[in-house]
Each structure stands twice: as C-alpha cells, then as structure tokens.
C-alpha cells in the first residue's frame, strides 16, 4: 500500500478540487484525517476492521465535544468511501462499524430584534457623528456590513468573499458563493439597505476596484472575518447589550424571524442554502420556544378570574 500521506494528499486535492469544497472545509478536513492517521498509524488502512474503527471512535467520545466528533466521523468516513472507490481498499470498515450516536440538540442562540435594532442606531450614529472623513467612510462600511448580515442571513464567510460583480444593487440582488458549492441568490428586501450598500459603494469605489472585493479594509484587503467579530463587539458595547453576539447569530436571527412569521421552512432552506432541510429544522425548536412564551404570557385566559380565584376575598 502507498504511503499514507500520498493517498491523504490525493483525496484533499479530490475534495478541493473535483468536489470543489470550501478551502476551510478542506484544511479542517487535513487536520482532522492526519490527526486520525497519527493516533492509528500502527494499523494499516487495508487491514483497518469494524472493531477499530468502533474504538478510534471511542477515544474520540471521550476527549471531544459531540458536535467535534460527528465532524471528525464524517471526514474518516468520506476519506474511506473515497479510498475504496479508487480500488485501495478492498473492504471499507465503516460499511460494518457502529458509530452512530445521539447529538444533543443545541438551540441556536438569537440576537432580541430590539438589541439588533440598537447595533444599527450605533452604527448609524456613528456616521453622523464621524469626527473625520476616515472615520465617517469606515462606519459607513460597517453600517452595510452589519446590515448585509441580517438583511440575508449570511455566513461570515461567505460575507467576506463578496466580490462587486456578485452584488447588484441595481435590482437588490446578491449571490452568495456557498458552502459545498450550493450558490444562491438572495433579494435584499429592503429600501434603505439598498441605500446604506450604495452609499458604501460609491464612497468605497476605487477601494474595491484595486482589492477586489466587496467588503474592504483601509489597507485596501479583504475585510477579515475576525475584523467583523470586532466592529460587532465595538457596537454591542456602545449600545449598552450585555449578550454576547456573534456574525453567525444574525443568521440564527434572520431564519428564526422568518419562521415565525410564518415563511414556509423549505424557502428558509434555500434562502441558508442549507444540503438539508434537517439542519434548518434546528430552528423550529427556537420557534417552538417562542410559542410557548406567547401562549403563557398573552392567551387571554391567564387574565381570567374563574373557578376558586371567585372565591377568594
């Protein structure tokens, strides 16, 4: 059998570049494969049993995080898969191994609309008050960010591979480069975040020409994801929010409000641009939450005097 190594690099350069994933999928993907390489080395692929794999997957249990070990699993498992169709495994382990486990669920954690509310007042607030022409351009950017991040739900990452010919301003329309190559074109539904992104635009022009990108920094790059975790925890202390927010959270938000107003989940789906309608059901759990504080606290029957409440003096 080749050297591991050999038949990893092979497979990375499969995901990267036949099944076009992500480079950050990829990259988690080499950590997590050589990880599992190392901590098994004294065992050959092709003499790998169900019973091996039922213990490396143990060993995982007990140092990691549920969520952590789904994704370790399913890097292995899509490495094996991979490995016997090209023919160097004769028999594929996992076809035999139990590894199934249940995840518990963990509620996505949302942003009160009055506190998103409070960000963008901040980042407007800013503009106005911009004690130099650096300073007012730069809040107008991050008035647009913080607005493209509700105004569509997007990742963070996807927010800030933004390049200008994905944004049409024109007919309100932005396409979004998604994970495992699932693009989508989302509308942006609203006037005045229309005007906030054309006003960046203009005030941006040559920036964005000369770096390429939507979404720039003053030294004419790409502006970073950990730049957007910054402007937000800038903000969420000048409005005074205690919570600690994240980009993602907004996109936890902006799914959570649409089902509670009622949007059909298949279009919340594709509006996330989620493989599976599994993963955005997440949701209907927070919605469900938030059904159970409405029926508590407004049904009328709780303002009602009946029964022994009558006869009380």
């Not at 279009?267 to 059901?281: A, D, P």
């Amino acid at each position: 059998m080749k050297n591991n190594t050999e038949h990893l690099n092979k497979y990375l350069d499969h995901c990267l570049y036949q099944k076009r994933l992500n480079s950050k999928t990829v990259y988690a993907y080499r950590i997590d494969l050589q990880q599992f390489l190392s901590d098994t080395a004294s065992i050959p692929l092709d003499e790998m049993t169900p019973s091996d794999i039922e213990n490396y997957t143990g060993v995982l249990h007990r140092k990691y995080k549920p969520r952590s070990v789904k994704r370790k699993i399913a890097a292995i498992k899509a490495f094996f898969s991979y490995l016997a169709h090209i023919g160097v495994l004769k028999d594929n382990p996992w076809h035999r191994a139990d590894t199934k486990f249940r995840e518990p669920v963990i509620l996505p954690r949302v942003i009160p609309l009055h506190s998103i509310e409070s960000i963008l007042n901040a980042a407007y607030k800013e503009i106005a008050k911009g004690s130099s022409p650096r300073k007012r351009r730069n809040a107008l950017r991050n008035a647009a960010i913080c607005e493209m991040l509700f105004a569509v739900g997007v990742r963070i990452s996807e927010l800030c591979m933004l390049r200008p010919e994905d944004i049409d301003l024109c007919e309100g329309l932005v396409y979004i480069h998604g994970k495992g190559s699932r693009d989508r074109i989302l509308h942006i539904g609203n006037s005045l975040v229309i005007d906030i992104l054309m006003k960046y635009s203009i005030a941006f022009e040559n920036s964005i020409a000369s770096c390429g990108y939507f979404f720039v920094n003053d030294r004419l790059n790409r502006f970073s994801d950990q730049s957007v975790r910054r402007m937000l925890r800038r903000y969420t202390e000048l409005a005074g929010i205690e919570q600690h927010i994240t980009p993602h959270m907004f996109r936890h938000t902006f799914a959570t409000s649409l089902l509670e107003a009622d949007v059909d989940i298949r279009y919340i789906q594709k509006m996330l641009g989620h493989s599976s309608i599994r993963t955005t059901e997440i949701y209907t759990h927070v919605s469900m939450k938030k059904q159970k504080e409405i029926l508590v606290t407004k049904h009328p029957r709780g303002r009602m005097n009946i029964g022994e409440s009558e006869g009380k003096e």
